[in-house]
């Protein structure tokens, strides 16, 4: 993983957790969405929560990156949501480029695993 982000990912009963800490910029998408899409084929997750709480900085090939995970594991049956925290730089930027028009976007990684494991009506 690039210098400037790692990971933590967490298997529940309902989804896999991704929760990227640092900047999630050009240096490290490439890889970090080659292994998320890995760990989703390899625990046949129906879910994946992307975190970004932590992330400190995202850039255009961030946001591509999640267009482009919601795409392809669409068309596998794995939902994506993200977390992007209420006044978070992640929530305003995800409310830029309309994220939520083509993917779940909850505020917290709770709401965001009630959507997974279909409590709150999702």
Known sequence: ????????????????????????????????????????????????????????????????????LHAALRTGGTDLVVVAPPGSSAARLLELVSMAEIGEVRPSLAQALDRCGGRDGG
């Open 1 to 68: 993983m690039s210098p400037q982000l790692e990971y933590e990912t967490d298997t529940l009963p309902d989804a896999l957790v991704a929760r990227p800490v640092g900047d999630v910029d050009m240096a490290a998408t490439p890889e970090l969405e080659a292994e998320l899409r890995a760990a989703v084929e390899e625990r046949s997750a129906g879910c994946l929560v992307v975190d970004l709480g932590a992330a400190g900085y995202i850039d255009s090939s961030g946001i591509e990156l999640l267009f482009r």
